[in-house]
């Protein structure tokens, strides 16, 4: 292994020692998601969400565009005109992946009705579950 991996290496464990540390207190200040969307007393953090929507679609814009370059590297010059037939199928599986699937999982009937013995009020998976540090 080069220096510059064993680097990068230590880099990543560092940070995912951070995200672990920041994981424990947030179990503990039970901070989540709805604090910044707002309810009937407080009013929503616009520009926190603002923010954190404006990173998430310039990370996957620069995605995108790696991903598309990545392709045409890749791919020789005869299949290149399937890099976009590739795209289309992989964002149209993420999607059903991450919207649906995700839905589904999330709705307490769906959960219920198909994947439960013992009936309960929630989904398997919860928004605000996932999404404690925001």
Do not use: H
Not at 15 to 25: A, E, R, T, V
Not at 75 to 89: E, F, H, I
């Amino acid at each position: 292994m080069n220096i510059s991996a064993n680097i990068l290496t230590q880099e990543v464990y560092l940070m995912l020692l951070k995200n672990f540390q920041k994981d424990q207190q947030c179990q503990s200040e039970k901070k989540g998601i709805r604090d910044y969307l707002g309810d009937k007393s407080t009013p929503p953090s616009i520009c926190f969400l603002t923010f954190c929507f404006f990173i998430l679609n310039f990370l996957a814009a620069t995605q995108d565009i790696a991903v598309d370059g990545w392709a045409l590297t890749m791919l020789s010059k005869d299949n290149v005109g399937w890099a976009s037939t590739c795209n289309s199928v992989g964002q149209t599986a993420g999607y059903f992946l991450g919207n649906v699937l995700f839905l589904a999982l999330e709705s307490p009937t769906f959960c219920n009705k198909y994947l439960r013995s013992v009936p309960s009020s929630e989904g398997i998976i919860t928004l605000a579950d996932r999404f404690c540090c925001l």
